[in-house]
């Protein structure tokens, strides 16, 4: 008990106290806490994420084991994060050819490039001729992604009198480099399949307003109708079909994006702040309780 | 008029898979045939573009990508247009990202912008920090140092060897911040760890969901303007290239050359016309299910 709570309850609260004090004095030792807690959290986060991983793991696994309904999606997911951690960490791409000169015959090796990289012939002699710091580069790193590809093209411009070496993108960088197997992962299965969860929910919204957006009493009328009201007021149709409004003084009001801006920037607004300060009262409760060693929920257990 | 009653009485048990392929209809047929309607701009769109208008031509600004594919067609835009906005009047950028996937995101928008149109050089004109986990920790650590939190940016490459981060220590050396956001960690804490305790002013383009959340740091000032969501996005689009096309306040010379290429390249512009006509679908189905509503309540009043 005094090591699984009242140990983590006193280390809490002492952190929570020096914390709150670096606010209030800013000078050594206090003005740098920020900075050190900023890199403790990086730490702490990394292991939490290997946990989460390990959990992730051990919970779809037992599904696919034991063949529960569904099992096969828990077999997508693991089988998902084993090739992105493959192409994260253990095999790249990333390779590139670096052309050093384009030699005696620059069209031939001009015209090989456009054929590669896709890019039309003017703009790769436009590149090649005044190359940028690293024109060279970026245009060849969009075609290539294995090492064996990488040779083969650096075989060909080589037999077209070109001196080319081979690049190749370091390790980190190659999250973000042009063409690189953790790079097809993101554009080829994360982007389009988030893309379209989010995409679905337009017909769920539809459906689900005709469905249950109903006069059923006064409260649902007034949100019905701040409901409609924001939806054309937001969009251009709405201040197309209300343009005439604008014409006439005393109707001027009635222009659906006025009537949307306004309900945005008062009643919203004011709802939105009443919210807002009772959450920041909650944090300010909550985070008192942690450091006073009252809230000790976090720990887990009973 | 009895057959009319049961039709309206019908629709209430609907079958949602002819909602579906409504709503497909109507988001599809405007995206292949666009109706062009016009942008009407709002305040708070336009006090998000003259906060980054009234900048100096040397102003060095902090953009922070929040956002993924998932809100891509609403943020993703904005995010086009604050890059072509800041390099047309010749600021500097510094960007970083607090979600894994806004990396992917910013060098998307950077290839195009930067890259393409500009023709920029990487590491003078602008840099990108990458992304760094810990949320609004990261902010608060920027807030004291960059370096202690990036030590190298996305290619690798120690952010000490950067010319643009020479005079950028830490985030009071920026002279505005701009998030965009789709949630959390996002706009609300940058205000909170960054704008408000440094004074540097902040501005946000963010999905429409969670401009409801913002509006009370609009109307306090502690945030300058926000784009709301792909309406927003359309807006800025709009506000930019009348700018350009008036050439209006700071201009680089590339700027106008590049005016057709923003006038083609507007998405959210294009998208308008298919959530226009969607949303009045919606409303319309809302009516629709009230009076089938109303129709269904009054019949079982009268037995």
């Not at chain 1, 529960?68 to 095999?91: E, P, V």
């Not at chain 1, 050819?97 to 054929?115: C, F, H, K, M, T």
């Not at chain 1, 009201?229 to 409004?245: H, N, S």
């Not at chain 2, 769109?45 to 929040?66: G, H, Q, R």
Request: glycine share 8%; net charge neutral.
């Amino acid at each position: 008990m005094f090591w699984k709570r009242t140990i983590p309850a006193i280390i809490v609260g002492a952190v929570g106290v020096i914390m709150l004090l670096s606010w209030f004095i800013p000078h050594a030792p206090f003005d740098e806490l920020e900075i050190h807690a900023t890199q403790w959290y990086d730490i702490i986060a990394s292991f939490a994420m290997i946990l989460g991983a390990l959990n992730l793991l051990k919970l779809q696994g037992r599904k696919v084991i034991k063949h529960q309904k569904g099992w096969f999606y828990s077999l997508a997911a693991i089988l998902a994060f084993f090739m992105t951690l493959t192409f994260g960490f253990f095999i790249k791409g990333g390779y590139y050819p670096v052309l050093i000169s384009a030699g005696d015959n620059p069209e031939a090796v001009y015209s090989r490039i456009s054929e590669v990289t896709a890019i039309g012939v003017e703009e790769v002699r436009n590149l090649y001729a005044y190359p940028s710091a690293n024109g060279e580069r970026i245009i060849m790193q969009k075609a290539v992604v294995t090492k064996r590809y990488a040779q083969k093209i650096i075989e060909e411009l080589e037999t077209l009198g070109a001196t080319v070496s081979m690049g190749e993108l370091k390790w980190g960088s190659h999250v973000q480099g042009q063409n690189t197997y953790y790079r097809w992962v993101f554009y080829s299965f994360f982007t389009p399949l988030s893309a379209t969860m989010f995409a679905l929910l337009a017909f769920f919204v539809a459906s689900a307003s005709y469905r249950a957006f109903k006069i059923r009493n006064a409260e649902a009328t007034v949100l019905l109708l701040a409901g409609i009201f924001i939806m054309l007021g937001r969009v251009p149709l709405g201040a197309y079909l209300t343009a005439w409004t604008q014409k006439i003084s005393w109707l001027s009001w009635m222009h659906l994006p006025t009537i949307q801006e306004w309900l945005y920037q008062y009643p919203n607004a004011a709802g939105a702040r009443a919210i807002m300060i009772g959450i920041g009262l909650g944090i300010v409760g909550t985070s008192l309780r942690v450091i006073l060693g009252i809230e000790k929920s976090f720990m887990g257990g009973d | 008029m009895g057959k009319f009653t049961n039709f309206l009485e019908k629709l209430d048990s609907l079958d949602r898979r002819v909602i579906f392929l409504i709503i497909g209809l109507v988001v599809l047929i405007p995206l292949l045939i666009p109706l062009g309607l016009p942008i009407e701009t709002t305040n708070l769109t336009e006090d998000a573009f003259y906060a980054i208008e009234d900048l100096p031509a040397n102003a060095k600004v902090l953009l922070s990508f929040e956002y993924g594919p998932s809100s891509k067609p609403e943020i993703h835009p904005m995010a086009v247009s604050v890059l072509r906005h800041l390099f047309s009047k010749g600021n500097e950028v510094v960007i970083m990202c607090l979600w894994p996937d806004g990396l992917f995101m910013a060098n998307e928008a950077l290839e195009l912008v930067a890259h393409d149109e500009f023709k920029l050089e990487y590491g003078v004109d602008y840099v990108n920090l990458g992304y760094r986990p810990g949320n609004e920790a990261v902010i608060k650590g920027i807030t004291k140092s960059f370096e202690a939190n990036f030590s190298v940016d996305s290619r690798g490459i120690p952010i000490s060897q950067i010319p643009i981060m020479q005079d950028v220590q830490t985030a009071r050396d920026v002279d505005f911040i701009f998030s965009f956001s789709a949630g959390y960690p996002g706009a609300i804490e940058w205000v909170l760890y960054a704008g408000d305790p440094l004074q540097v002013p902040v501005s946000s383009g963010n999905s429409s969901i969670q401009v409801n959340q913002l509006l009370p740091y609009v109307k306090s000032g502690q945030m300058k303007g926000v784009i709301a969501g792909m309406p927003g996005a359309a807006e800025y689009e709009t506000l930019l290239i009348q700018k350009v096309e008036g050439k209006e306040g700071l201009l680089v010379n590339k700027a106008h050359a590049l005016l057709p290429n923003f006038k083609e390249n507007r998405d959210a512009t294009k998208f308008m016309d298919a959530q226009s006509i969607a949303h009045l679908v919606i409303v319309l189905f809302i009516i629709l299910g009230n009076i089938s509503y109303f129709v269904k309540r009054k019949k079982q009043q009268k037995y």
